[in-house]
């Protein structure tokens, strides 16, 4: 009932700019250390107090008492949260913990209830019909936080991926199209690892239009379900669990085409995305994933996905086999060959 206080004491941490304050004063610091440098008024210092108890029971920061004072300090999880460092997820949770989420979530039981069929998702409903695309193609301010948000994960995450894995799933490729692929957040650290590949990033107008130029990857503004440019390989990451089974199948299609050139030994879909029941002696892993599964649910058409929902997909699209390459928190990198 009272879980989602730790949600929006998170965020009003990350508004507040907490995690940077403690990182700009270079190690513990006392409540009014930390009031003053986040110049709010000294009247807020015992509100702030009651938020950071909050937050430090959830792991979030880290406090130590000693005779004369009480010092806070970052903790490996606050440590993701400092401006500017590459591995900042701040943009990701004021994404996730913001007021679309929030309003997504409030219409789930109407969206269960309704009969209408034509009204596809919680956010639907909560957004008078319109979807999450289309609602951020409306709102620059929504879609610059949309984007930020899948760019900062892609760079965390890509960046440990292609450290432990990168020779495995792009070693020799010449070319890769990055489907969704946002801002190219993903394609950017592949690039750098892998200058003599060609990355490009398919997305659409409104995403491609609010990008800047970019040395590294080039950006191609189209539709999915219509066309993917020809590449030895494609990523689909946090893609398809935004989509039906159907849609998954559709894009697939297009995806396999694309790497399906006569010339092409080595084609092949890499889909990142989250595996169900592969953690189940892992309850948290196990729970972010039905969570995740739950939020996908009231913000897109989609799903999280078990390994024998991936296999149908896969088969359906007309694919010859897939591997699991590896596991890395929620997400699964999953290889899938023509
Ligand atoms: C959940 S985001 C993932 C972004 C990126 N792959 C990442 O993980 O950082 C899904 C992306 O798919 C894009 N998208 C949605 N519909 C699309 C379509 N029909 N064609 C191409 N891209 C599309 C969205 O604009 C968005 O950038």
Known sequence: M?????????????????????????????LSELVQALSISTSRAPFLLRIMRVLVNSGFFSIKVNELEVLYNLTATSKLLITGSTNCLAPLVLLRTGL?????GQAMSAWIKVSDENIETPFHVAYGGKGLF???????????????????????????????WGDVLFGGLRSLVDV????????????RAFPEMKCSVLDL????????KNDLVEFVKGDMFVHVPPADAVLLKWVLHDWSDEDCVKILRN????????????????IIDTMLESNLNDFNTMRTQHLWDVY??????????????????FDEAGFSGFKIVCELGVHSVIEVYP
Do not use: Y
Request: proline fraction near 3%; charge should be neutral; glycine fraction near 10%.
């Open 296 to 313: 996908i649910m009231t913000m897109t058409f989609g799903k999280e996905r078990n390994k024998m929902e991936w296999k149908a997909i």
């Open 134 to 164: 289309e609602f951020a193609s409306e709102r620059p301010q929504f879609n610059a936080l949309f984007n930020k948000a899948m760019a900062c994960d892609s760079r965390v995450f890509m960046g440990q991926v292609v450290k432990e």
């Open 255 to 270: 995806c396999k085409e694309s790497v399906s050139r006569e010339a092409n030994k080595q084609g092949k879909v890499i």
């Open 205 to 212: 107008a409104h995403v491609v239009d609010a990008q800047p």
């Open 100 to 104: 679309q989420s929030a309003m997504a």
């Open 2 to 30: 009272l879980a989602f206080i730790d949600t929006i004491c998170l965020r009003c941490a990350v508004e507040l700019g907490v995690p940077d304050a403690m990182h700009n004063h270079g190690g513990p610091m006392t």
């Open 180 to 191: 969704g692929g946002g801002t190219g957040g993903a394609s950017v650290v592949i690039s």
